[in-house]
């Protein structure tokens, strides 16, 4: 009788014991997931990068590691709240693939938000703008030369695959998808939930935008807007080579999209989304872009070349700028997950279905 009674007991502690390990295995649902890509230093308590602002204005209170990425992932159990540092330029690729492929979350009903800082054109914006990106287009792709010896008649070296000179739309299969659309209806959502959102301005910031006089939104306090982000892994400046991305991105958008922002990383990052929502591991329509200015893209119209493009002022306004800007848009997910859970919200639906 003993014997059969501690059998009993030993197949419930078994039982139980199975239960919690699968109750551990199983994926954690994630309401919003921001996707930052580098930090100056610790993630708390100095001096602030992309990630710092995220992990301790929500807050992000618990660490993760998760396999394939080189910094845990912060976590907060009480919002559904994930924030992942990726690494910049072909890091970010691999890292979000991890990220997705690790099997620690459930993504499917997940919203991303890219928050980083970028590169203006003085033509659309100023130092510490916000842009919400209704296009994402790949530069990578290209054929180049040297800009000394193109033809009289080129605008610059740079053109498209599978083509013979610039401004001609080419092919890059089995290199990239070069353009991704957003869901526009979100991003006009996302654009009007936070429109009127307060930017900070400064003398710091005035003092950099004092040699654009004669630019009108070159020339404005930061503020927010919606436009596309160009991505490309190489840091690049100048006039000829702001006209050629404006150019770019006008040619692979079929002249819907406007330049407005220049990153490192977003055609990478979004080419890992778009290929794992193709397996039903995230949704690609619930994907929104920020990005924020700390810096032009070239100097002011007949002026010489800055010797220095980026400005640490510049850099400390963009990373307040897109936590300011879209920690708006987290929290009313978050908090308001009966609402958005099922459908994603739109301007004309007040949170209603808009895929």
């Given at each position: ?266 055609q990478g990052l979004l080419d890992v989304l778009d290929l794992y929502a193709k397996s039903g591991k995230v949704d690609f329509s619930r994907v929104l872009v920020l990005r924020t200015a700390s810096n032009y893209s070239r100097a002011p119209l007949g002026a010489p070349e800055f010797p220095r ?47």
């Amino acid at each position: 009788m003993a014997m059969r009674l501690w059998g009993l007991i030993a197949a419930l502690c078994l039982g139980l014991s199975t239960l919690a390990h699968a109750e551990a295995a199983k994926p954690i649902p994630v309401k919003v997931v921001v996707l930052t890509t580098f930090e100056i230093g610790a993630v708390t308590g100095d001096q602030p990068g992309e990630f710092q602002p995220w992990v301790e204005g929500l807050p992000l209170t618990e660490t993760i590691a998760v396999p394939g990425l080189r910094h845990a992932a912060r976590w907060s159990p009480e919002t559904g709240v994930l924030g992942v540092m990726t690494d910049m330029r072909a890091r970010a690729r691999e890292s979000l693939a991890a990220l997705i492929l690790s099997g620690r979350f459930d993504f499917s009903k997940t919203y991303w938000i890219v928050a980083g800082i970028a590169g203006v054109d003085p033509k659309a914006a100023s130092i510490g703008s916000a842009a919400w990106a209704r296009y994402v287009v790949d530069a990578d792709p290209t054929y180049e030369v040297d800009d000394r010896e193109i033809p009289a008649d080129w605008p610059y070296g740079l053109y498209s695959l599978e083509t013979d000179k610039p401004n001609v739309k080419g092919s890059a299969v089995g290199s990239s998808g070069m353009v991704w659309a957003l869901n526009w209806r979100l991003v006009d959502w996302a654009y009007g939930l936070t429109a009127s959102t307060p930017i900070p301005d400064s003398a710091a910031l005035a003092n950099l935008r004092a040699p654009y006089a004669g630019e009108a939104n070159a020339i404005k306090p930061p503020f927010v807007l919606k436009g596309e982000a160009l991505g490309t892994t190489r840091f690049w400046h100048g006039a000829r080579r702001t006209q050629w991305a404006q150019d770019w991105v006008k040619l692979w958008t079929d002249g819907a999209g406007t330049f407005v922002m220049t990153d490192c990383e977003d055609q990478g990052l979004l080419d890992v989304l778009d290929l794992y929502a193709k397996s039903g591991k995230v949704d690609f329509s619930r994907v929104l872009v920020l990005r924020t200015a700390s810096n032009y893209s070239r100097a002011p119209l007949g002026a010489p070349e800055f010797p220095r493009a980026f400005h640490d002022e510049g850099a400390m306004a963009a990373f307040d700028s897109a936590y300011r800007v879209g920690s708006v848009v987290v929290r009313e997910l978050s908090s308001h997950w009966d609402r958005y859970e099922a459908n994603t919200p739109s301007m004309t639906s007040n949170g209603g279905a808009a895929k």
